[in-house]
Nanobody
Framework: QVQLVESGGGLVQAGGSLRLSCAVSGRTLSRYVMGWFRQAPGKEREFVAAIRWSGGSTLYGDSVKGRFTISRDIAKNLVYLQMNSLSPEDTAVYSC???????????????WGQGTQVTVSS
């Protein structure tokens, strides 16, 4: 069982930056891949980024490559999503997730946080 709690969302102007955090608790976290997804109103859930807890290999969605960076702090059990050069199109609820495979598909992730709202104003 894994518990996930996101924080760090808010309102930011276009071109600005924001860092999301995901506090992770549970057993054998080294087995998991941690992912970030986002969902805007009326749209499907979209893969943002993922990182393997053990080893730190990463994967990014095409729309955020070069702007967003996922990382983890093993000592603090935290996963971060650093978001730079934000645009209104990045406005969404961002959710942290944990799964066994480093994939872009939401159904491959078994555990989810409650989400945090990110709003980018133009």
């Amino acid at each position: 069982q894994v518990q996930l709690v996101e924080s760090g969302g808010g309102l930011v102007q276009a071109g600005g930056s924001l860092r999301l955090s995901c506090a992770v608790s549970g057993r054998t976290l080294s087995r998991y891949v941690m992912g970030w997804f986002r969902q805007a109103p009326g749209k499907e859930r979209e893969f943002v980024a993922a990182i393997r807890w053990s080893g730190g290999s990463t994967l990014y969605g095409d729309s955020v490559k070069g702007r967003f960076t996922i990382s983890r702090d093993i000592a603090k059990n935290l996963v971060y999503l650093q978001m730079n050069s934000l645009s209104p199109e990045d406005t969404a609820v961002y959710s942290c997730a944990a799964g066994s495979y480093r994939t872009t598909q939401p159904h491959d992730y078994n555990y989810w946080g409650q989400g945090t709202q990110v709003t980018v104003s133009s």
